[in-house]
């Protein structure tokens, strides 16, 4: 299963990095990123961690492979990042903070809405400490 | 270089802000705009200064003698095309090596190069939003919901892109479309529970440029930006809550037809 849904991860990526307009090889090394991202994002869940370091701990590694990837590429790190981060994306926490709230489950509804934006936080806090450390190392190389 | 100097300051101004919309109207970061036309402008002996939003790009540039140009560029509607920015990106990396007329042909030639077809696109949000069926743990028919759904996202994007309506109004409607297909598919009992297929098909509609464009951009020091990019994010997440929920509370209350 584990297998299987980081398969499944790969052609997401993809398919995004398709209706974002990605061309040529850069779709594929974007579609490894999807996998990398989903693969440790299963990784720390089996490991037992909290959502939220799982979720932080995977952007940062994803966001770490683009920025190494977009240098050897000679591209930019959005074109590979932001499909690559779409497998994580909390769709589904939006999604079923509106549904509680529509069955007039409003604490349900509350604890989906926080531990979303919670999900959110991790992922900025993710793409943050990786973006500062390369801007760190291209300053200093300088 | 005496070749370059030639140039008159206002026409290295428009191809600098030129360069600097194409990277913008493609969903760039702000920082990166701002970059690429201080560096259009500093290989063409001119010093530009440049404050770039979502909305508008100003620039203005002062030459050797002290003389002030400047242009004002309203953006009035962006969309996701990353290769372009790419391309770019691959232009201004070795820019040394174009003249300024070389250079102006090769951004016009790029801005040219249409993004993948419709039928691309179908094929990309069909797979995409079936894809997501998998991580979520649901089964064969669910994939086939979430199938069906991204085609009438795909399909309606495509029925409405010429009609320049707001992205607000766009995205409650596709919203609305992924939990009518799902749903229809519930009331007639081919899958067990909506929510699965709902998910995965909402996904096609998830902000995920705007959200890490949003941080990228308050980490380079554009708060402005940041803010109404993040700002972007909750309105996309809302519409598509508001249309998700709307379909899904009527189907709750007339439920079965």
């Known amino acids: ?142 | 270089m005496p070749k370059k100097q030639l140039i008159s300051e206002h026409h290295v101004l428009q191809l600098a802000t030129f360069a600097g919309k194409i990277v913008l109207t493609s969903g760039g970061e702000v920082y990166r705009v701002e970059d690429i036309i201080s560096r259009i402008g500093q290989n063409f002996n001119l010093k530009i200064d440049c404050f770039a939003t979502l909305t508008c790009i100003i620039v203005s540039g002062k030459n050797a003698n002290d003389e002030v140009v400047s242009l004002v560029e309203r953006i009035n509607s962006r969309s996701t095309n990353l290769d372009k920015i790419h391309q770019v990106h691959k232009l201004i990396g070795d820019i040394e090596k174009y003249s300024f007329s070389e250079l102006k042909k090769a951004l016009e030639d790029l801005n040219k190069v249409p993004s993948y077809g419709f039928g691309m696109n179908l094929i990309a949000s069909a797979l995409g939003a079936a894809s997501f069926v998998v991580p979520f743990k649901g089964g064969a028919n669910d994939f086939a919901a979430a199938f069906i759904a991204g085609v009438g996202v795909s399909l309606f994007s495509y029925m409405v892109s010429g009609l320049h309506l707001n992205s607000f109004f766009i995205n409650l409607i596709s919203g609305a479309i992924c939990a009518f297909v799902s749903n229809l598919f519930y009331v007639s009992g081919i899958i067990t529970n909506p929510s699965i297929s709902i998910i995965s098909s909402l996904m096609l509609l998830v902000p995920g440029v705007a959200f890490i464009n949003s941080i990228r951009d308050i980490i380079a020091g554009d708060l402005v930006s940041g803010t109404s990019r993040a700002m972007e994010v909750l309105m996309i997440g809302c519409a598509i809550a508001i249309g998700a929920g709307l379909v899904t509370k009527l189907f709750f209350n007339f439920g079965g037809f």
Not at chain 1, 9 to 37: D, E, M, P, Q
Not at chain 1, 53 to 69: D, G, N
Not at chain 1, 102 to 118: A, F, N, P, V, W
Request: glycine share 8%; with cysteine.
């Open chain 1, 1 to 142: 299963m584990f297998i299987i849904e980081v398969i499944f991860a790969f052609f997401i990526t993809i398919s995004f990095a398709v209706l974002f307009n990605v061309r040529g090889k850069l779709v594929f090394y974007s579609g490894i990123g999807g996998a990398i991202s989903w693969l440790f994002y299963l990784f720390f869940t089996e490991k037992g961690y909290s959502y939220s370091t799982c979720y932080l701990l995977a952007t940062a590694i994803t966001a770490f492979y683009s920025e190494i990837m977009a240098k050897k590429l000679k591209t930019t790190v959005p074109t590979l990042l932001i499909a690559a981060l779409i497998p994580m994306a909390p769709g589904g926490g939006v999604y079923y903070t509106m549904l509680y709230l529509i069955q007039d489950k409003y604490q349900d509804s509350i604890l989906k809405g926080m531990e979303t934006s919670i999900i959110a936080g991790s992922m900025a806090l993710g793409i943050i400490l990786v973006t500062t450390i390369f801007r760190l190392f291209h300053h200093t190389k300088k």
